[in-house]
């Protein structure tokens, strides 16, 4: 198994090698060069663009120039950037990034878990109006305009129904004079997520070892999930600042369902596809033949096996997911990495473009890796040979 | 009810003259869009504590519905029209689903076709022979009594205990076989299905496996209904034997007996063409034609159309199954004209 | 259990067999009817079989008409704008009509499309006008109408300018846009795909592991950096598409398919006949393949539109117009959350995109079940 990692890990850094490569190569081909913007900016004094065009040795042959790029981007230095100087580049992503990947994460996870549940009941309930609506309306959501239905979206449940605000990541009123700021507010409520999933992970895994019992197995598991979902809501019912901490969770909502909804008709659809194929396999007559109650021979034989080619599909969905991502942003002025991208394209702030097109990049691999890692979890035969 | 430990079911006592299960005029078909298929037509038969059942038949023949019958697996395009199963004198055609589904492996097990397929990839082969005990048992036994019970059952089937936490691809296609009989035995079942045991083993697993499960049925006292398209199979392992074709229990009797001295037709042209490598060259007699088509059975006597020894009689009326003597039971108006087959199997 | 030898049956019956060799191709002189000619009857009951299946499944039929009605909008366009429509009012671009609207004067504006403050009447027609009275103003954008001497049954854009001729306009754009990529992403693909599956080898094992890297790129903020480099029209986008595409997942699936049994053993069987590498890989392998490279045609046009469309949204794309373009003009000039206000501006360009995207998804689909006997009614 570590060996595979090794030889993922590997082929994703030379995948990223080349990704890096025409990401300069765009770069080579954006007219003029980089510090042109810089001449009309009044805050850059023309000495500072001779310094940095000496930095960025853009006076160097050009496979120098290539080579110093992938270090530099290796070593973290990505420039600085034009729209906000003297910010360097990194500092302006660092402080956007956690805001993207929640939307992202939680927009995936969250369909991917719905999407494959409906999918699944879907397909075991064989027939019938339910699943013509859920399919109908499954291959809406996939072929839906985004831009389009996210406005949409936003429309009905921000201004019509008022359901949810319109947009932004906070809303400014419910702030002021506020003793808390708000980034740091964001990742609190993430860590804190983070650490009740961990908690329950690895409680099911010592329940399951420390376990004598199927029934005590079940009650243990009960009592760990009560205790970190339980947990985490507790911590925010008694934390001071839980007003703030709700307003931003309020204006993440509307954004995730939208992202989400499109995600999910499209594993709906595939999981259900697939198990309408696992159905027909040999052991599910011996689940039956067994004794098995239906739910047991749906959830753990059927849809366990469904689950593999819905997880290599996760991977395909990557792509568009982050492409849906900028516009989610864009649409709903979320504050992360897409709708940054768009802005630092109107006002050519080139390094700031770049850099983020290649944390694109870094994102999609990862997550491909992730993908990877997850399907050999889930096959036992391509883990163990 | 708790389980009963592999020691305590060698031993157990059997009376051969106690019916374990009796199937009495099933019938049943197979609803499609082109029409009705009548796959099982008035099949009667009964299997007695501790007795090897055989079952023979040319594929489509309905000795798989027959057993998918008794369990009552059969796709939901599946209608019983009339017949009981009685399995210890209660009619499992009456039960409910959820009283079926506690009979399920408990009473009735079964080693199916293929079994290579049988094991959901995905998890341990013990885990999923641990399903079966948390399903039946729940809260009966700790980790560690399943732990020991899985443990004996492999013993019993010689397979060591550590493959128990291996995946169904790292076994054989043979280990994969007796792990399927193991799982079958895991409730302690008064009757077991073996469908196909041995189809896409090579013959020495075949002989093997044979070997152990003609052995587990007289050390536990099991009775086992054998289904198979292969007569040498049913010849080695099984005391008595019914014939199947197109439906219909067209000879039944004392295993020994219907070789011998086959009485139906069918039986007879099954044998003869069925070479044998200790006995005298002959001639081989293929059989003609091909089975009918059962949406739309024909008049009368099924295998009139293939039968050398059909008359006006046979395409008019359905000859019932009559016991000629011995508890040999026929189903032919010309029985009495099938000739003696020229030698008498060796086994 | 075998027998020692061979036995003659006990009937003089002989065996039923298959259709002898000569009735299939006939008994008259080899060389009476030429290799093409024959090819072509193949080639054509083939598609007449692969129609009558396609014809059976109702997803593919339906996205076959929605493309038919959008091909006839495509069409209209140009025949409406030399007939019926004046060019100086209906133009996509160039043409302007401010329609005169009704509007009741009030103190406070409730509802924009009927009603006028009073203050702003007063600068925009005279200064004694009142409240509660009737004035006609020329406005745009202006909500549909269906009489005048000038109708617009979508209504105008803020520039005055017809919005269902802007649609139909742009519908030939995307046809062309999804043309070109489709093509593009199928030639590629099927070279890349065939010479993979050929070559073997490194060749194969570099070309695959290219397509990995481009089935992993997101594509959409790729193409926004690009933009910002060069200026991108339509048939740039659609050939950038298609050679993402075609380098891509399409190129994997079409490997795969030229290496399935029945083409390897053409290629065994050409290469042993003496066939040049190229020879083989075009008269064999791509014709054996073409029938899975139309249905991801159809899938690269749905993803083709919408990508456009996108870019067009952010107004990144240099295009004429274009429905995306149509929805960027009501977000940037602030009409997005008027939802049913000012719906014109959104939901026609919006639905059509969505539509059109539907319809290629649906023949697709259908296709799938024709190339894939699995999926077929069981």
Known sequence: ?385 | MTVISVEDMSGRSVDPRKPLLEVDDLVMHYKIKAGEVSAVDNVSFTVHQGEAVGLVGESGCGKTSVALSLLRLLPSNAEYISGQIRLDGQDLLQLTDNEMRARRWKDIAMVFQGAMNSWNPVYRVGDQIKEVLDTHFRGEMTYDEQRQHMEKLFAAVGLPAEMLDRYPHEFSGGMRQRAVIAMALACSPQLIIADEPTTALDVIVQDQILKELKRIQHEMGMSIIYISHDIAVIAEVTDSMGVMYAGKLVEYGDTADVFARPKHPYTYLLLKSTPSITGPRRQLAPLEGEPPNLLDPPTGCRFHPRCPFATEKCAMEEPPLADIGGGHRVACWHYEQVPDLEEALVR | MSVGQPVKPETDETLHTSPSIDELVGTGPVVATPLWRVRLRLMRRSLGQNWALFRENKMGMVGLVLIAMFALMAISHPILMATVWDPAIYHPLRGHHAVVQEFTIVEEVTDETTQIELNEARIRLNPFVDVGEVVRIPTQPAPPTLTGEYPHLLGTDNQGRDILSQLLFSTRAAFFLGVVAALTSVVIATTVGSVAAYFGGWIDGGLMRFADLILLMPILPLLIVMSAAMEINMVMLGVIIGILNGFGGVAIVLKSQALSIKVKAFIDAAKVAGGGDWHVIFRHIVPNVLPLTFLYMMFGITEAIAIEATLSFFGLLNVEMSWGLMIHFAQANGYLLSGTTYWWLLFPAGLAVTFMAFAFFLVGRGMDEVVNPRLRAR
């Open chain 1, 1 to 385: 198994m570590t060996r595979f990692l090794a030889r993922r890990l590997v082929q994703m850094a030379v995948l990223f090698v080349v990704f890096l490569t025409i990401v300069w190569l765009l770069l080579q081909a954006m007219p003029g060069d980089i510090t042109n913007t810089m001449v009309g900016n009044p805050d850059i004094p023309p000495e500072v663009r001779m310094d940095i065009r000496e930095r960025l040795g853009l006076d160097r042959p050009l496979w120098q120039q290539y080579l110093t790029y992938l270090v530099n981007f290796f070593r973290g230095e990505w420039g600085v950037s034009f729209s906000r100087y003297p910010q360097p580049v990194s500092n302006v992503i660092w402080a956007a990034l956690p805001r993207t990947l929640v939307l992202f994460l939680t927009a995936t996870l969250l369909a991917f878990w719905m999407g494959f549940k409906s999918g699944k009941l879907i397909a075991w309930g064989r027939g019938g109006t339910t699943e013509q609506t859920f399919i109908v309306g499954g291959v809406f959501l996939q072929t839906v305009f985004y831009p389009w239905f996210a406005i949409v979206m936003m429309w009905l449940f921000g201004f019509y129904l008022g359901w949810f605000p319109i947009g932004r990541f906070i809303t400014a009123q419910v702030w002021q004079g506020s003793p808390f700021n708000a980034n740091d507010m964001f990742e609190e409520l993430i860590v804190t997520a983070f650490v009740a999933a961990l908690v329950y992970t690895i409680g099911r895994q010592v329940v399951r070892r420390l376990a004598t019992s199927v029934v005590w197995e079940g009650r243990f598991r009960s009592l760990l999930a009560l205790v970190s979902v339980g947990g985490l809501v507790l911590y925010w019912y008694l934390h001071p600042g839980r007003t703030y901490a709700a307003d931003i969770v309020h204006h993440l909502m509307l954004p995730v369902i939208t992202l989400g909804l499109v995600t999910f008709g499209a594993t709906m659809l595939l999981t259900r596809s697939a198990m309408l194929e696992t159905l027909e396999d040999d052991y599910i007559l011996t689940a039956r033949a067994k004794g098995l109650p239906d739910k047991a021979i749906r959830d753990r034989h059927a849809a366990r096996n469904a689950m593999l080619p819905v997880t290599t599909s996760l991977v395909l969905s990557l792509a568009f997911v982050i492409g849906g991502g900028i516009v989610t942003e864009f649409v709903f002025s979320w504050p992360g990495m897409g709708s940054l991208l768009l802005e630092a394209i109107r006002v050519s702030d080139i390094p700031l473009a770049a850099a983020i097109l290649a944390m694109t990049g870094v994102l999609a691999l990862f997550g491909h890796l992730v993908a990877d890692i997850l399907y050999s979890v889930l096959d036992p035969r391509i883990r163990i040979t």
